[in-house]
Structures are given as C-alpha cells and as structure tokens.
T-cell receptor, first 114, second 116 residues
Framework: DAKTTQPTSMDCAEGRAANLPCNHS???????VYWYRQIHSQGPQYIIH???NNETNEMASLIITEDRKSSTLILPHATLRDTAVYYC???????????????FGEGTQLTVNP | DTAVSQTPKYLVTQMGNDKSIKCEQN?????MYWYKQDSKKFLKIMFS???????INETVPNRFSPKSPDKAHLNLHINSLELGDSAVYFC???????????????FGPGTRLTVL
C-alpha cells in the first residue's frame, strides 16, 4: 500500500471549514484513498473513501487531485466534537486470499477551537 | 445497539499472567480483526479472520493466540503477559469482499491492557 504524508497537527475555529491535506505521491491506479478518524479514547471511525472522483457524504467531502497524488478531507462546518486524529490511508482492493488490512500512519491531530 | 463490542474495557494484571479479551459484532460481517495501539498511539494490525479462518497474522509473539468460535466472535488470548504488552487493543469487523472499494471497518471501543 502507498505511503501517505500528513501534517502532524492543525487548528480550526468552530463553525469554519477544516481542510486536512494528505500527500500520496506513490499511489497506484487501483489504490483507494480512505479517511478514518479517532476521537480520544475511542476506536477509529470511517469517514469517507474515493478512487478518482471527488466524494461527499453526510460527514465530509473528499477532494482528490487529478493526478491522484494528493487529497484533501473537508469538514464543512467543524464542531468541537470533530477534534480527533485524522488518518489518511491508501490501500488496494485485496485479492481474494490476501485479506484486508488498514495501515495507519501518524495522522493529523485536528483541534477545533471555540 | 452496539455494533462491535469488547470486554473488558479495562484490564490490569501482573506480569506472567494469562488473560483474554473478547470481541463480538452484530453487523453480520464475515471478517474480524485485532489491532494494537501502543503508547505512541501507532495503530497496527495483529490478526484478521475471515469466516473463522486466519487470513492475516502479522509478526506477533506466539503468546498471542486469536480464536474465532464463529463469524460474530473473535477473542484474543495472551499468555505470559509482559510489560510491553500494555496497550489499547481494538477489535474491528468488515465485509471481506470489496465492491467499488466499500470495505469499511467498524471498530470496537478498545480494551486498555495494563501489565504491572
């Protein structure tokens, strides 16, 4: 799976958009970009994923550059409850016998301030 | 209506003891995982089971033995506990087959193991 690079920490004001960048310059054509987050003392939580196109769901939007070497997770109106570590993970769909693992990096600590 | 549950939430024990952590999922998934999060907060996969069959076994000491009695349960037994085993252990589940990348993993709340 391709390696990802994320800033160690970011701050955001409550109510504003939080834009979390991720670099994955060695991504392959069949690798997906996944985002998870981990709120303090809880298990990781899935947010969104994408392959080429931009994606949006009720939690966030995912913008993937045309060359797919980087992406941005957007939380449109950050709240205090969005304070968490955000993980950008790139992974290929598993073959039938290889299993399916998530390889977590260090992630970005997002702090939403009142 | 918990999706992935783990027991116990906290476990404090002495070095050399044997302990088990239990995990259950009610999502109908066919694949379950154990991850370990150490004091530096790195999350690493340990094991994965698909339909009660071991499919991922990372470089983990053989003191750790997962057991899957059925698709909904994956327990982790640890023999001869060591100080370095202190960590938070997370169970997760998902469907094995990917459809357009849909393979979301659902995590349990974690078990904080402290070895004294």
């Amino acid at each position: 799976d391709a390696k990802t690079t994320q800033p160690t920490s970011m701050d955001c004001a409550e109510g504003r958009a939080a834009n979390l960048p991720c670099n994955h310059s060695t991504i392959s054509g069949n690798e997906y970009v996944y985002w998870y987050r981990q709120i303090h003392s809880q298990g990781p939580q899935y947010i969104i994923h994408g392959l080429k196109n931009n994606e949006t769901n009720e939690m966030a939007s995912l913008i993937i550059t045309e060359d797919r070497k980087s992406s941005t997770l957007i939380l449109p109106h950050a709240t205090l409850r969005d304070t968490a570590v955000y993980y950008c993970i790139v992974r290929v769909a598993p073959e039938e016998t290889s299993g399916s693992r998530l390889t977590f990096g260090e992630g970005t600590q997002l702090t939403v301030n009142p | 209506d918990t999706a992935v549950s783990q027991t116990p939430k906290y476990l404090v024990t002495q070095m050399g003891n044997d302990k088990s952590i239990k995990c259950e999922q009610n999502l109908g998934h066919d694949t379950m995982y154990w991850y370990k999060q150490d004091s530096k907060k790195f999350l690493k996969i340990m094991f994965s089971y698909n339909n009660k069959e071991l499919i991922i076994n990372e470089t983990v000491p053989n003191r750790f033995s997962p057991k899957s009695p059925d698709k909904a349960h994956l327990n982790l037994h640890i023999n001869s506990l060591e100080l370095g085993d202190s960590a938070v252990y997370f169970c997760a589940s998902s469907q094995y087959r990917w459809v357009a990348g849909d393979n979301e993993q659902f995590f349990g709340p974690g078990t904080r193991l402290t070895v004294l």
